[in-house]
């Protein structure tokens, strides 16, 4: 035992590490080490920036209820006005646009939402959002809506930094890249830890970069899982390998279901004027008919209430509560007749369709409401604190340099074909399902390859195939 040698000696005794048994997964150590110090320092920036970003948008739901508090709360009154009389007051208000979808007043304190599309002014993916005193009818005011979250500016502004850096289609690629890299960075980082776990049980009584490295493995370690999960939920709906999971879903029969909108009859079209045409949402038996319907068939508040496209098409309403347990039902109504037409049920729903509901809820804070949101405001702190810590050793394994060392090439060679060329082969598959994994990792290594051969040619010493290149 170490400490019984280092008592015979008179020496304090020192942490050392064990030397680790022989084992099939030795020779992929220095090929892991690579790569999680490599993948580190070049992604890290990127991830950064999503983790600060992320940091903004968990607290963004509560500034949005300070900020915004006059237009989404009234005093509570005595009787609720019927749901017509409130998306005609607001149409008094802002006749411009077409209401696209009404959210009645979901609690006692809470005003109605009308949705107007094709406002000048708007952005065209946003809706304006009326506020309606659901007791007086009175306009609270107007506001900008993007999504199906209801996220008005504040947050909107925050969410677009976090998955855009507000530049669109292009600054879409920042987060994608990030969310290719982080779960290979976690997983690394977790294999390496395990590794040496022993070595790295406590960081009392250490120093310098040795103090660095507990650190950082062990809030790794603890984050692990929660990376791997923000990992995988956002390239759900990311732009490239979200198509990618979309189509493997839908060829699985996994795709989200919706209600079908298509109308029973074919004698209501005198019935009333169809939204995409009015624009007043009043069409057929009306909006408080459609709404009744869908309360008779167990649909709870909060819930938006979409007006047919055309004259052939139905009203839809949908539950839209994402907070757990989820309110995810809908249901189609014949503005003719004012009967269902369709109900789809959420417990319906295919198992890798509800799992992707709950990935991106948890992902955003929604599901479980404050506790999910400090969730992911600790997790986005764990990996700032780790991206620090990960710098600062790379600083300090330069031992006062301008540039930390890096981690010698060649480590692929020293792993066996039977463990090499399955390894090689799952890479290659999911560098094609996720492209930016793919695409950077197949650049890095030929980048590598021709610098390796540069510095092979210059002279540099090799030691066993490797070439040290300081």
Known sequence: MSTASSTTTGEAPQPTVPAASPSRWAPLRPLVLRLHFYAGVLVAPFLLVAAVTGLLYAFSF?????????????????????????????????????????????????????????????????????????????????????????????????????????????????????????????????????????????????????????????????????????????????????????????????????????????????????????????????????????????????????????ADSAYVVRQVQRSWPEKQDAVAVDPSTGEVTDVLRFADYPVLAKLTRWGIDLHTGILFGLVNQLALALLALALILLIVWGYRMWWQRGRGSSFGRPIPRGAWAEVPPYLLVPAMAVIAVLGWFVPLLGIPLAAFLAVDIVLGEIAHRRGGRTYGGRADVK
Do not use: M
């Open 62 to 310: 509560q500034a949005e209820k300070l900020v915004y508090a006059h237009e989404l709360t009234v005093p509570v009154g005595e009787s609720r006005l019927p749901i017509s009389e409130q998306v005609a007051a607001a149409r008094k208000a802002h006749p411009e646009g077409t209401v696209s979808a009404i959210r009645p007043s979901p609690e006692a304190d809470a005003t109605t939402r009308v949705l107007l599309s094709g406002v000048a002014g708007v952005n065209p993916d946003h809706t304006l959002a009326v506020f309606v005193d659901p007791y007086t009818g009175k306009v609270r005011g107007a506001l900008e809506q993007y999504g199906s979250t209801g996220a008005l500016p504040l947050r909107t502004w925050i969410d677009e930094l976090h998955r855009d850096l507000h530049l669109g289609d292009t600054g879409r690629l920042y987060s994608e890249f990030a969310a290719s890299w982080l779960w290979v960075i976690a997983g690394g980082g977790l294999v390496l830890w395990f590794a040496r776990r022993r070595a790295l049980r406590t960081v009392r009584g250490t120093s310098g970069r040795r103090r660095t490295l507990g650190l950082h493995g062990t809030v790794g370690v603890w984050a692990a899982a929660g990376f791997v999960f923000l990992s995988a939920t956002g390239l759900t709906w990311s732009a490239y390998a979200g198509a990618n999971i979309d189509e493997l879903r839908t060829s699985l029969g996994q795709a989200t279901p919706a209600v079908s909108a298509a109308a029973s009859g074919g004698d209501h079209a005198g019935h009333g004027t169809a939204a995409g045409t009015g624009g007043d949402a009043e069409h057929g038996v009306g909006l408080d008919k459609v709404l009744a319907a869908a309360r008779a068939e167990g649909l709870g508040d909060p819930v938006e209430i979409v007006p047919p496209a055309d």
